[in-house]
């Protein structure tokens, strides 16, 4: 993370330069590094990488089940990468995140709220269960 973007660049452009690994990478798999949009995204990514994984790493430690449990009861889930692969068929392939979407582009807002609403009711449920039941679990210890 502190090394400067400039030496990143040159060791990127030793490494997958004509002269280094990215000849071999190029007569395998056809992809040139130099001077193309392959090499901007490869630049990025090793200069944002460190601080990616930092970020992550630090979210990880400080998050905790019970916000992921709610997360996942409320819907969080890979949404776009369902809709783009299984589209969203009603009552085929249809999920309740996307079913919220749905009935709120089309203008069905009352079904759209009652879904919201019930999702609500579940993730508030949880959470009082979880809290009772790890609150139970701190005080024997």
């Known amino acids: 993370m502190s090394l400067p973007h400039l030496v990143s660049g040159i060791a990127l452009l030793l490494l997958f330069g004509r002269m280094g690994l990215g000849?071999?990478?190029?007569?395998?798999?056809?992809?040139?590094?130099?001077?193309t949009k392959q090499g901007i995204v490869l630049a990025q990514v090793f200069v944002n990488l460190p601080l990616t994984i930092k970020i992550l790493h630090t979210s990880l430690n400080e998050s905790n089940e019970k916000m992921v449990f709610v997360a996942r009861t409320l819907g969080c889930s890979e949404f776009g990468?369902?809709?783009?692969?299984?589209?969203?068929?009603c009552m085929k392939t249809e999920i309740v995140p996307t079913s919220?979407?749905?009935?709120?582009?089309?203008?069905?807002?009352?079904?759209?709220?009652?879904?919201?609403?019930?999702?609500?009711?579940?993730?508030l449920t949880c959470l009082m269960f979880f809290e009772i039941f790890f609150n139970r679990e701190v005080d024997k210890n």
């Open 23 to 35: 000849d071999f990478i190029y007569k395998i798999l056809k992809l040139d590094f130099v001077f």
């Open 81 to 89: 990468a369902v809709a783009m692969i299984a589209d969203s068929t």
């Open 100 to 123: 919220i979407y749905l009935n709120m582009s089309t203008g069905d807002i009352d079904i759209a709220i009652g879904i919201a609403v019930i999702l609500i009711f579940i993730s």
